[in-house]
């Protein structure tokens, strides 16, 4: 699909934003007190975040690539796959998108905020919050060393699961054929795509990854959320930081600063990982 710089930036921005509403919605559903989904399990968070990615990734991938994560952004374009020239517009689309999203999230929730007891149970509905984290500072060193390995290794598999899915889709040998023959990819993925050979396989990779996302949250949420995303952690919790306790209740708390460096960090090496190793082995 031939779109504008622009009209990327905003996908992004929406991609993003949808993100947020479907994933830290689901975990204000299951955290916060008087919900009807109050105590429903962290299989409804799974699956929040699951489809979190797979409903934008379906809307959007063949218009700004639904990268809705700066960690992935960064990471092609340290490989050479992404231009530099656009990677700060798409990584200010999404910090937006992240904060906008947020505030959405706070919107409809803002009654179950305000009766919410637990300061954790609302900060873990805007960012990750390390598990190891007692409330003291003897446990900031602790929760920086398990978060810090489970954002990376869950974000390595994010990113090298998302460039295995949309490269070594069903029917890409198509593509890759046609290239060599000399005709651009470009235009065969997005004006031909080649009928049923490249939209199914296309279609069936954007699905996988969902249910990736969803797969991870299940087997390494435990440590940390995970957040696998900097926007998804940084944006949140900028939010949470600047909304009142008029909004969020008596029993708000604090943001964690301490802690916000790992879900920021940890996923930007891993995407520079995991992208340049399947770069090397693949591409």
Do not use: C
């Not at 906008?100 to 919410?116: A, D, E």
């Not at 003291?136 to 090298?160: I, M, Q, R, Y």
């Not at 060599?180 to 050979?197: E, M, P, R, V, W």
């Amino acid at each position: 699909m031939d779109v504008t710089w622009t009209v990327k930036y905003i996908t992004e921005f929406i991609g993003t934003a949808l993100l947020i509403i479907l994933g830290n919605g689901a975990v204000a559903n299951v955290d916060l007190k008087g919900t009807k989904g109050n105590n429903s399990g962290w299989v409804i968070i799974a699956l929040g975040y699951g489809f979190g990615v797979m409903m934008p990734a379906l809307m959007f991938g063949n218009v700004s690539g639904n990268h809705i994560n700066p960690a992935f952004t960064l990471g092609l374009a340290i490989s050479g796959l992404f231009p530099w020239a656009q990677v700060a517009p798409y990584l200010v689309a999404q910090m937006l998108g992240a904060m906008f999203g947020q505030l959405m999230v706070v919107m409809v929730h803002k009654p179950y905020y305000l009766q919410t007891e637990n300061p954790n149970h609302i900060l873990g509905s805007f960012s990750t919050i390390s598990n190891v984290d007692d409330g003291t500072p003897t446990s900031h060193k602790a929760a920086w060393v398990n978060g810090f390995l489970n954002e990376f290794l869950g974000s390595f598999v994010l990113f090298f699961g998302a460039m295995a899915l949309t490269k070594n889709y069903f029917g890409s040998e198509i593509v890759q054929y046609a290239t060599k023959q000399g005709i651009d990819g470009a235009t065969i993925q997005g004006k031909l795509q080649l009928g049923s050979f490249t939209n199914s396989g296309l279609s069936v990779a954007h699905l996988a990854l969902g249910f990736l996302v969803m797969t991870l949250v299940a087997s390494l949420g435990g440590p940390t959320g995970p957040g696998l995303n900097p926007a998804r952690d940084l944006g949140p919790r900028i939010v949470h930081a600047l909304l009142p306790k008029s909004v969020l209740g008596e029993h708000k708390g604090d943001s964690k600063w301490w802690y916000a460096w790992v879900p920021v960090v940890a996923p930007i090496l891993a995407g520079i990982a995991a992208i340049a190793l399947f770069k090397l082995l693949y591409l």
